[in-house]
């Protein structure tokens, strides 16, 4: 299969590798309708080189159809239109019975000390085969996956992978009070959908970036909405839309 593979710092390629296949019976392997690539991929471009090792396949937040599946995998079956999260996680250890997914005790990665094992995401999180490719192993698929109706097009439902259960806590952790405002720094996928969910919860929002197209997307959401977004931008000037 065809894959986007980590070759060295700041040399990213796309190259043919073999396809994966089932290992455990924990395990399924997805054909990859979608996939997205993340700010988070960036560090692995750069900072995190270190822990990366020449053709590793990256990606985290992949969506597809089940093409195979091992024999313990629950009610999953190939067919399935399915969004993978991020992180891997068994869903019956301690933690995952403390809805504590990143954390869970099957998948984490007690070398490095770090949580849950993620996808595409270096030795530190398993350096387990990421979703930038044509096919994905999953393991732990009994419960690393989202199932979601056939119908509606992939957008619609690929975020969950990342972009948006992560924004969703980032405005959870904020705390924002009843009536109060939110600054958000960087318009990216993360902050730009953290926007759009403290607005959602009646929160005024103040959103930041330096890149004037990102700004321009944010702007566009709160045309859309309706709902109080101040955008602050370097190139342009700080600029206030109120509606
Ligand atoms: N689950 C998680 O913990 C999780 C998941 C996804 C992303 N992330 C992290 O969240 C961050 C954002 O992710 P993303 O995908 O939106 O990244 P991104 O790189 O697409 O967006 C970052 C934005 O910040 C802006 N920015 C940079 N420096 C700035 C400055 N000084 N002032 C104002 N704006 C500035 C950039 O112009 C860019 O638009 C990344 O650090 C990523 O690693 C964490
Ligand atoms: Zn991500
Ligand atoms: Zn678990």
């Known amino acids: 299969m065809k894959a986007v593979t980590w070759q060295g710092k700041r040399d990213v390629r796309v190259e043919d590798v073999p396809d994966p296949e089932i290992e455990e019976p924990t395990d399924a392997i997805i054909k990859v309708t979608s996939t997205n690539i993340c700010g988070s991929d960036l560090h692995l471009y750069e900072v995190l080189g270190a822990f990366m090792t020449a053709g590793d396949v990256l990606g985290h937040e992949a969506m597809g159809i089940v093409e195979e599946v091992g024999s313990e995998v629950g009610t999953l079956k190939p067919g399935d239109r399915v969004v993978i999260p991020f992180q891997m996680s068994c869903g019956h250890c301690y933690m995952c019975d403390e809805r504590l997914y990143s954390q869970c005790e099957t998948t984490q990665v007690t070398e490095f000390g770090s949580g849950a094992a993620l ?91 330096l890149v004037p197209d990102r700004l321009d997307r944010a702007r566009k959401i709160h045309q859309r909405k309706a709902l109080y977004l101040t955008l602050f931008g370097e190139h342009d000037g700080p600029r206030a839309l109120v509606s």
Request: with cysteine.
């Open 119 to 209: 996808f595409g995401y270096s030795k530190l999180y398993g350096q387990v085969p990421g979703g930038q490719a044509e096919y994905l192993r999953v393991p732990q698929a009994q419960f690393t996956h989202i199932k979601v109706p056939d119908g509606p097009p992939d957008e619609r439902f690929v975020y969950l992978s990342d972009v948006l259960p992560t924004a969703w806590q980032a405005v959870e952790y904020a705390a924002v009070p009843k009536g109060g405002t939110v600054a958000v720094l960087g318009l990216g996928p993360i902050g730009d959908m953290s926007c759009r969910i403290a607005m959602h919860h009646g929160a005024r929002v103040i959103g930041v970036d």
